[in-house]
């Protein structure tokens, strides 16, 4: 049946067009909805969604395609569809309301409010008839148009009781002062969660979490608690050898439906890659095992292959499903293994682990031992490696989200920076300031950052927060004094549009109206929360450039840690490590040619809270010192008084209280 597009086919999200042609009379998230929805005295049905989302397509398939069911959402509501990687803000408004109503949230988010845009009912995935104790929108649809007609105080007097909590919730006002302890009550909170069997935190679906990694791998180093390494090391090996890992193109998927991190939800994020190759380079750092580079060197040259645009910014996200079927893309069966080994089928299985999918006869997951040395393994299973890639790609391939994010890409330009810092890989930095270049001149526009390149003229402060990082991690990675320009630029536009006075930043900015609340994340998702990075910046970026009303603003953040819910604020906690201190200044001095064994060494060692200075256009408080005898020269500072100048690489990282110093041994090479 031939069906005209609804209003969405004109928007720029892919998660939108995909809906553009339901009979679901779609609205996008705008005041014409609820303008209308206040004329006709009818509720809002929001679903939000986004276009890499499994149970998204499942819900649009059963239901937002089908004519019965448009015409009964048609008839009872007003119908607005939001993604929630281009409205992040509104997504976490409404996720807040879900978890407050139902105890727990996902995507689909589906909900169901008044037309000034106060929730009443809230739900993810609803089938289109009810099953197993679900009710389907056939049976919901109706009760609710009843109960809107009749009983309509009831609903209005929910929806201000979640409000109520919303507001509540949003008020943080902390029961002590958050100090070196507070590391420690989450470094054991930690623990009590940790999967000492598979690595991770919790139970089934497993999620990557690599802000808790950071974290611990921090704590190792103030403390030399070997237990938080053990607890990096162990999860970071389990990843990379499970199923949630793509053993023929690298990178990530989303999380593990199982806790062996077995059978992943397929689809892959770029937020995950950003965050996991920082995660593996710093432990390789910390450690010196190669494998640990190996990794991270895999997971950038899969976003090299996979996530750039023309343009060269950084794609959102590869599907989880491939012809209608979630993995189908990365799911065998052993005859096609034998199809494409043939008689290398029996070596293969020697390396290669298959990990079979419930719902999926006959199909399974490829993952790997995570026994021996990764190096070693690669060397012999190359040869397969790319003969199953290349059976693989004639298969119908993922789709690609391509939207360009601010915030997203903020994550991976500081990814590919710090591989260009710890590997000495110059492609990583090209790709880095390509994206760098495409995000400030096409997204940063009359005093805003924007938040998706095509998309709604709205700004977050995860946009402003992790770009600014990104940019730093790339001036410290060729020391292009523009970078840092625009990181303060952007971070005196942060301060104006999202700070409060009395501490930490809200999550929009104040010029923002189109929803109920203004809110502070400060707890982190799947990714660290704005406010912790925008802390992180401030106190980075002081450092830098040598402006402690920076580092003022930062310290005002910690009031909103909370000791009931430490793991979920390690990000703030990270910053709270950096200002808590030891940290460094580091300025590096003389012929560029002659300063990159000097730097070379200073990025193979594990020193976290530190910020380095080089090249032609140094801050002022950098700018006078000088190369002794025209040699290579380090100057080590704290609180910006310097050491006495070093100029061999060994009294260099003396001075950094660096232990085991592993000298040239640890180059990538």
């Given at each position: 049946m031939d069906r005209k597009p609804n209003r969405l086919a004109g928007e720029s999200s892919p998660y939108l067009r995909q809906h553009a042609y339901n009979p679901v009379d779609w609205y996008p998230w705008s005041p014409e909805a609820f303008e209308r929805a206040r004329a006709e005295d009818r509720p809002v049905f929001l679903s939000i969604g986004y276009s890499t989302c499994h149970w998204c397509h499942v819900m649009a398939r059963e239901s937002f395609e089908d004519e019965e069911i448009a015409e009964m959402l048609n008839r009872a509501f007003v119908c607005v569809k939001v993604d929630r990687e281009e409205r992040p803000d509104i997504d976490a408004i409404y996720m807040e309301a879900c978890q407050i109503m139902t105890g727990r949230g996902g995507w689909p988010l589906t909900i169901i409010m008044s037309p000034d845009g106060i929730p009443f009912f809230a739900a993810t995935y609803i089938p289109r008839e009810g099953r197993l104790g679900m009710m389907g929108l056939r049976e919901l649809v109706p009760l609710v148009e009843e109960l809107w007609r009749n009983r309509r105080s009831e609903l209005t007097a929910l929806g201000s009781e979640v409000l109520n909590a919303m507001r509540k919730s949003n008020v943080h006002s902390p029961e002590t002062i958050a100090d070196e302890s507070s590391l420690s009550r989450a470094y054991l909170e930690l623990s009590r969660i940790f999967d000492w069997a598979h690595g991770g935190f919790g139970r089934a679906p497993k999620f990557p979490l690599a802000q808790n990694l950071l974290f611990l791998l921090r704590y190792w180093e103030r403390t030399g608690e070997s237990k938080a390494l053990e607890m990096v090391e162990l999860t970071l090996r389990e990843m990379r050898c499970g199923g949630i890992y793509d053993q023929l193109a690298y990178g990530f998927h989303r999380y593990s439906t199982d806790a062996s991190w077995g059978v992943p939800h397929f689809e892959k994020m770029l937020y995950d890659q950003a965050l996991m190759?920082?995660?593996?380079?710093?432990?390789?750092?910390?450690?010196?095992?190669?494998?640990?580079?190996?990794?991270?060197?895999?997971?950038?040259?899969?976003?090299?292959?996979?996530?750039?645009?023309?343009?060269?910014?950084?794609?959102?996200?590869?599907?989880?499903?491939?012809?209608?079927?979630?993995?189908?893309?990365?799911?065998?069966?052993?005859?096609?293994?034998?199809?494409?080994?043939?008689?290398?089928?029996?070596?293969?299985?020697?390396?290669?682990?298959?990990?079979?999918?419930?719902?999926?006869?006959?199909?399974?997951?490829?993952?790997?031992?995570?026994?021996?040395?990764?190096?070693?393994?690669?060397?012999?299973?190359?040869?397969?490696?790319?003969?199953?890639?290349?059976?693989?790609?004639?298969?119908?391939?993922?789709?690609?989200?391509?939207?360009?994010?601010?915030?997203?890409?903020?994550?991976?330009?500081?990814?590919?920076?710090?591989?260009?810092?710890?590997?000495?890989?110059?492609?990583?930095?090209?790709?880095?300031?390509?994206?760098?270049?495409?995000?400030?001149?096409?997204?940063?526009?009359?005093?805003?950052?924007?938040?998706?390149?095509?998309?709604?003229?709205?700004?977050?402060?995860?946009?402003?927060?992790?770009?600014?990082?990104?940019?730093?991690?790339?001036?410290?990675?060729?020391?292009?004094?523009?970078?840092?320009?625009?990181?303060?630029?952007?971070?005196?536009?942060?301060?104006?549009?999202?700070?409060?006075?009395?501490?930490?930043?809200?999550?929009?900015?104040?010029?923002?109206?189109?929803?109920?609340?203004?809110?502070?994340?400060?707890?982190?998702?799947?990714?660290?929360?704005?406010?912790?990075?925008?802390?992180?910046?401030?106190?980075?970026?002081?450092?830098i450039l040598g402006r402690p009303d920076l580092e003022e603003i930062a310290s005002r953040s910690f009031r909103n840690i909370r000791m009931d819910s430490l793991p979920a604020q390690v990000g703030l906690l990270i910053a709270l490590d950096l200002a808590l201190g030891p940290s460094y200044e580091i300025a590096i001095v003389g012929d560029a040619a002659d300063t990159k064994s000097m730097l070379r060494a200073l990025w193979s060692v594990y020193v976290p809270r530190k910020v380095v200075v080089a090249g032609e256009r140094t801050p002022e408080w950098a700018s006078s010192l000088r190369a002794v005898d025209g040699m290579a020269t380090a100057y080590i500072c704290r609180g910006y008084t310097c050491s006495l100048p070093a100029t061999d690489i060994r009294s260099m990282i003396e001075l950094l209280g660096v232990r085991g110093f592993r000298g040239s041994e640890s180059g990538s090479g």
């Amino acid at each position: 049946m031939d069906r005209k597009p609804n209003r969405l086919a004109g928007e720029s999200s892919p998660y939108l067009r995909q809906h553009a042609y339901n009979p679901v009379d779609w609205y996008p998230w705008s005041p014409e909805a609820f303008e209308r929805a206040r004329a006709e005295d009818r509720p809002v049905f929001l679903s939000i969604g986004y276009s890499t989302c499994h149970w998204c397509h499942v819900m649009a398939r059963e239901s937002f395609e089908d004519e019965e069911i448009a015409e009964m959402l048609n008839r009872a509501f007003v119908c607005v569809k939001v993604d929630r990687e281009e409205r992040p803000d509104i997504d976490a408004i409404y996720m807040e309301a879900c978890q407050i109503m139902t105890g727990r949230g996902g995507w689909p988010l589906t909900i169901i409010m008044s037309p000034d845009g106060i929730p009443f009912f809230a739900a993810t995935y609803i089938p289109r008839e009810g099953r197993l104790g679900m009710m389907g929108l056939r049976e919901l649809v109706p009760l609710v148009e009843e109960l809107w007609r009749n009983r309509r105080s009831e609903l209005t007097a929910l929806g201000s009781e979640v409000l109520n909590a919303m507001r509540k919730s949003n008020v943080h006002s902390p029961e002590t002062i958050a100090d070196e302890s507070s590391l420690s009550r989450a470094y054991l909170e930690l623990s009590r969660i940790f999967d000492w069997a598979h690595g991770g935190f919790g139970r089934a679906p497993k999620f990557p979490l690599a802000q808790n990694l950071l974290f611990l791998l921090r704590y190792w180093e103030r403390t030399g608690e070997s237990k938080a390494l053990e607890m990096v090391e162990l999860t970071l090996r389990e990843m990379r050898c499970g199923g949630i890992y793509d053993q023929l193109a690298y990178g990530f998927h989303r999380y593990s439906t199982d806790a062996s991190w077995g059978v992943p939800h397929f689809e892959k994020m770029l937020y995950d890659q950003a965050l996991m190759s920082l995660a593996y380079l710093e432990a390789f750092q910390a450690t010196g095992k190669r494998d640990y580079a190996i990794v991270a060197d895999e997971i950038l040259g899969f976003v090299a292959d996979e996530l750039i645009s023309p343009e060269g910014a950084f794609c959102s996200a590869l599907d989880a499903e491939s012809d209608g079927i979630e993995g189908g893309y990365y799911l065998w069966t052993l005859d096609q293994l034998r199809d494409a080994l043939g008689d290398d089928l029996k070596n293969a299985l020697e390396m290669y682990v298959l990990e079979p999918i419930g719902e999926i006869d006959g199909k399974s997951v490829l993952r790997i031992s995570p026994k021996g040395e990764l190096g070693d393994l690669k060397r012999s299973i190359e040869p397969m490696r790319r003969r199953l890639l290349e059976a693989r790609s004639l298969r119908a391939r993922p789709f690609r989200d391509e939207k360009v994010l601010a915030d997203w890409n903020g994550l991976m330009i500081a990814a590919f920076s710090r591989g260009a810092q710890v590997l000495g890989d110059e492609r990583w930095l090209r790709i880095a300031s390509v994206a760098a270049d495409f995000v400030l001149s096409g997204m940063h526009r009359d005093g805003m950052l924007i938040h998706s390149h095509k998309g709604s003229r709205i700004s977050i402060l995860d946009d402003y927060s992790f770009l600014i990082f990104g940019l730093m991690e790339l001036y410290q990675a060729g020391f292009n004094g523009r970078y840092l320009e625009r990181a303060e630029i952007l971070c005196e536009e942060m301060i104006s549009h999202f700070s409060d006075p009395d501490g930490g930043f809200y999550y929009t900015m104040e010029e923002q109206r189109d929803h109920i609340l203004r809110r502070k994340e400060v707890r982190d998702g799947a990714i660290p929360s704005g406010d912790s990075m925008a802390t992180i910046d401030l106190l980075l970026l002081g450092k830098i450039l040598g402006r402690p009303d920076l580092e003022e603003i930062a310290s005002r953040s910690f009031r909103n840690i909370r000791m009931d819910s430490l793991p979920a604020q390690v990000g703030l906690l990270i910053a709270l490590d950096l200002a808590l201190g030891p940290s460094y200044e580091i300025a590096i001095v003389g012929d560029a040619a002659d300063t990159k064994s000097m730097l070379r060494a200073l990025w193979s060692v594990y020193v976290p809270r530190k910020v380095v200075v080089a090249g032609e256009r140094t801050p002022e408080w950098a700018s006078s010192l000088r190369a002794v005898d025209g040699m290579a020269t380090a100057y080590i500072c704290r609180g910006y008084t310097c050491s006495l100048p070093a100029t061999d690489i060994r009294s260099m990282i003396e001075l950094l209280g660096v232990r085991g110093f592993r000298g040239s041994e640890s180059g990538s090479g």
